[in-house]
Nanobody, 126 residues
Framework: QVQLVESGGGLVQAGGSLRLSCAAS????????MGWFRQAPGKEREFVSA????????YYADSVKGRFTISRDNAKNTVYLEMNSLKPEDTAVYYC???????????????????WGQGTQVTVSS
């Protein structure tokens, strides 16, 4: 398993941008596909985006496609989520998560992610 720590959340106006970071401990970061999930108050935690262990393949929920970009830097053990054109409905706690390479790529099921960060709050005001 890896330990994950998110950062970069905050309060932003609609139409604005934020960049989330997730730093991982351990020397096997490149063996994990990484994902971002979010959970709004009173709602289920939902998939936002994922990236393959090499960074060569990326995946997005329809609700964020074209606005969010996931990337990773395996040399820095870090995954990023660049969020542009933010909307009030993007308000949530954002979590990064790691999924072992053995699971392959997709579908991105929460239960397959064995390591989770503590979350970072993103609030988008209208």
């Amino acid at each position: 398993q890896v330990q994950l720590v998110e950062s970069g959340g905050g309060l932003v106006q609609a139409g604005g941008s934020l960049r989330l970071s997730c730093a991982a401990s351990g020397r096997t970061f490149s063996s994990y596909a990484m994902g971002w999930f979010r959970q709004a108050p009173g709602k289920e935690r939902e998939f936002v985006s994922a990236i393959s262990w090499s960074g060569g393949s990326t995946y997005y929920a329809d609700s964020v496609k074209g606005r969010f970009t996931i990337s990773r830097d395996n040399a820095k053990n870090t995954v990023y989520l660049e969020m542009n054109s933010l909307k009030p409905e993007d308000t949530a706690v954002y979590y990064c998560a790691a999924r072992p390479r053995d699971y392959g790529l997709g579908p991105w099921v929460k239960a397959d992610f064995g390591s989770w960060g503590q979350g970072t709050q993103v609030t988008v005001s209208s």
